[in-house]
C-alpha cells in the first residue's frame, strides 16, 4: 500500500510538470522532455545520469524510458539542460533560469496542495477521517480509467475488466468527501484535477505498442456524436441548475471543434417516452394541497431532478397543469437542439424489420440489462441503449481501427453502458464519457475555468444510500397534507419524519402507495396524540377548577360580608360623586357651548374675511363714475382722459366696446361685489343663514 501511495504522489507530481506550460500537445518528444524535467525536480540534486532517469522513471512512474530519448531531449534543449560526461556516464541537469521558471509555475499548485486547503475548509466534515488517502484513491482511479479507455481508443484490444470508479468502490461518507472536494468552487483545483486525469493520454502514447508519436486536432475534426438521454436531461436543467451550465459548456466545444451533434430516432423517442412517464408519476400523487415553495425547502439537499424541476416551475403559477409543464420541457428541448446545432436524425441504416437485425437488438437489450443488474447500475432503457449502440456499428461500417479513424460516437454519463461496451469488442469503443473527450478535446481549443469546472462536474460519484429522492418527498407532503393544509403543521411534521430518518414513512421494501399510506397514518397519529395531549391538559385544567371552586365558595361569603359593607360606603360615595358629575357636567357643557359658539364665529369670520376686500373695491369704482361727472376740467382728472380717448375713437367698433367694458364690466362687478358684502356681513342675510347651518352640521367632533 505504501508503495502504492508513493508511486501516486509521483504520477501526480508529474502531471503538475507536464501542463506547468499549460502546453496540453501530445507529442511524444513533448512528453519526453517534461518527464526528464519532472525527474530533475523530484530528485532535488544539481544533476543526474542518464540511467538514473531511465531507473527513477521505471521505478516511480511505471514507465519505460531508453537512452536515445533522453538525449534527444538534451540535445534539442541546450538551453534548458545541461549535460557533461564524467566516469562513463553523461549527468544532466536543468539549467538555474529553466529550474526557476518549472518551480514558480509549480509552487502550490500540487494536488496535496489543495487537499490541505479543502481539508482546512471542511473540517466538520474530514474531522477524523483520513481524507489525503479517500481523495488519492477517486483520483487515481480517475486516471487509470481514463488511461484504460485512451487505450482501447488508440488500440482497439478487447479490455476484460474494466476499472469503475463510480459505484460501490466507497462509503457514502467517502462519496459526500469526494463530491464535496470535486465541487468545491476552487478554478485552480479544477485545472490540476484536470491534469491527472489528463495526463492519462500522454501515458496511454507512451506505453501503447503501436506508434503513436502525436495526436493532431485535424485527426479529431468531423466526427459524428449522438446524444444519449441523459446529456438532454443534464443540458435541460433537468438534472439541476449546474449540471445545465457544465453540460452547456461540454457542448459548445462541440461547435468549437467543429464535430456535429445528432440526436437519434431512439434517444427522441426515449427522451419523450421518459418526460410522459415521470409526468404520469409526478401526476399520481399531485395535490394542489402541496405547496411547491415548501417542497423546495426540504428538497435542496436532494440531487436534483425532474420532481425538484416540476415543484421550481409550479411556484407562483396560476396554471400549473401537467400537459403546460411537459410543453414547457419539449419547447427547452426544441430551444436547446436550435441553440447547440443539434440534429434529430429519423433514419437509420439498416431495416429495423429485418429478423436478424432484431434479434441482433434483442441480444444487445438482454446482454447490457443483465451487465447492468450485475453491477447495480440499472440507468435508462436497455432496450434503446441497444438500438443506440447497433445504430453506431452500422453507421461506422467497420471502420474502427482507433480513435482517428472512427468517426461515429456515442456520448453517455452511463458508467454501466460504458464498461459493457469497453469490455466485448476488439473495436474502437462507441460509448465516450463527456470527461474523456473533454481530457482530448481541451487541449486543442480555448481553455476557461468553466471549461475545468465542466470536466469536474461529470467526475462527481452517484449516492446509493439516500434516504429519500424528490419523488418520495413528494409522495410523503402529499401523504401529509391530506391530513391537514396548515403549512405551519405540515412543516413540523415532515421535521419530525426527517429527525426519525423516515423510519416510520418508508423502508426498503416500502412501496409508493405504502409510503403515502404510511404518511398519511404517521401524520394523523401525530395529530391524534396532539389532541389528546390537548384533552389531558383539559382534564387536568378542570381539576384545577374544582378546586378553586371549593376556595372561591368560601372566598365568596367573605367576600359578601366585605360586599355589603362596601356597598354602603360606594352608595355615599357614589351620592356625592353623582353630586360632583353633575356640576363638572353642567360646566362642561357651558364650557363646549361656549367652544361650539367660539368655534362657528370663528369659521364665520373666515368666511367674511374675503369680502372685507371687497369694500376698498367698491369705493374705487364709485370713484371711477363720481370722476366722469366731477372735476372734469382737473388735470389729475385720469378717468375723464380715459372717457375722452374713448368718446373720440375713430372705430365706432372699438368706442361701442369700449364703453360696454368701461361701464357694463364695471356695473357687472360693482354689483357681484356690492351682492357679496351684503350676502356675508349682514347678520340677517340667506347665504349667512346657510352658512351657519353647514357650519353647525358639519361641526368637529369634539364641538358637539
Known sequence: MKDNKEYQNHLFRLAVVLY??????????????????????????????????????????????????????????????????????????????????????????????????????????????????????????????????FQKLIDNKKISETINFGTNNYTEKEKEIINNFLQWDNAEKNKTIFDISSYALEYCMLTNNKSTNSIQMDNLRNKVFYLDTNIIYRALGINGENRKKRSITFLNKFSESKEQLIISKSTDIEFKESIKSHIDRIKRYNSSRINSKFYQEYSKNIQPDIFNFYHNWRIDKTNSNLELFEAYILSLYDSLKKEQNITVDYSVPYDAKD????????????????????????????EYDAENIYLVECKRNWKVTNLFDTKFFLISTDQGLRRWDYQRLNQTPIVLLPSQWLSILLRYVNRTEDDFKSFVSFLNLKNNEILIDNEKLQIVIAGISEMTTDLETQRNLLNNII?????????????????????????????????????????????????????????????????????????????????????????????????????????????????????????????????????IDKEWNIVQKIIYYIDNNPSTTTKNWLQWLVNGGLLTGLGFLIKNVYNRLYPKSKKREEKMEKIIKDLPQEYK
Open 20 to 149: 506547468a506550460d499549460n502546453n496540453y500537445d501530445v507529442k511524444l518528444t513533448t512528453v519526453h522532455k517534461k518527464i526528464v524535467e519532472s525527474i530533475l525536480l523530484e530528485c532535488g540534486q544539481k544533476e543526474f545520469s542518464v540511467n538514473q532517469i531511465i531507473d527513477f522513471c521505471q521505478k516511480n512512474y511505471k514507465i519505460i524510458f531508453d537512452e536515445n530519448s533522453i538525449m534527444e531531449v538534451i540535445n534539442k534543449n541546450t538551453d534548458e539542460f545541461l549535460s557533461i560526461s564524467k566516469n562513463n556516464d553523461i549527468f544532466i541537469c536543468l539549467s538555474e533560469k529553466r529550474k526557476q521558471a518549472l518551480n514558480s509555475k509549480i509552487n502550490n499548485k500540487t494536488i496535496d496542495f489543495f487537499i490541505a486547503e479543502f481539508i482546512k475548509k471542511y473540517q466538520e466534515l474530514t474531522n477524523g477521517i483520513d481524507t489525503k488517502v479517500i481523495l488519492y484513491k477517486f483520483l487515481y482511479a480517475v486516471f487509470t480509467s481514463n488511461a484504460e479507455s
Open 499 to 631: 429527525e426519525n430518518k423516515f423510519n416510520d414513512v418508508i423502508s426498503k421494501k416500502s412501496s409508493n402507495d405504502d409510503i403515502f399510506n404510511n404518511s398519511k397514518k404517521y401524520a394523523k397519529t401525530k395529530l391524534e396524540q396532539q389532541i389528546e395531549e390537548l384533552k389531558k391538559k383539559n382534564e387536568t385544567l378542570s381539576s384545577s377548577h374544582s378546586a378553586l371552586e371549593a376556595n372561591q365558595k368560601e372566598l365568596s361569603q367573605q367576600i359578601e360580608k366585605n360586599q355589603r359593607e362596601t356597598d354602603i360606603k360606594i352608595k355615599n360615595i357614589e351620592t356625592e360623586k353623582s353630586s360632583k358629575n353633575q356640576k363638572l357636567f353642567d360646566e362642561n357643557k357651558k364650557l363646549k357651548e361656549h367652544l361650539q359658539k367660539q368655534y362657528i364665529a370663528n369659521e364665520i369670520k373666515k368666511w367674511q374675511r374675503t369680502v372685507y376686500w371687497f369694500t376698498p373695491l367698491i369705493f374705487l369704482i364709485l370713484v371711477f363714475y363720481l370722476l366722469q361727472l366731477c372735476f
Open 355 to 382: 429478423k436478424k437485425v432484431i434479434e441482433k437488438i434483442n441480444s444487445y437489450t438482454t446482454d447490457i440489462y443483465n451487465f447492468k443488474s450485475r453491477e447495480g447500475d440499472v440507468l435508462g432503457s436497455s
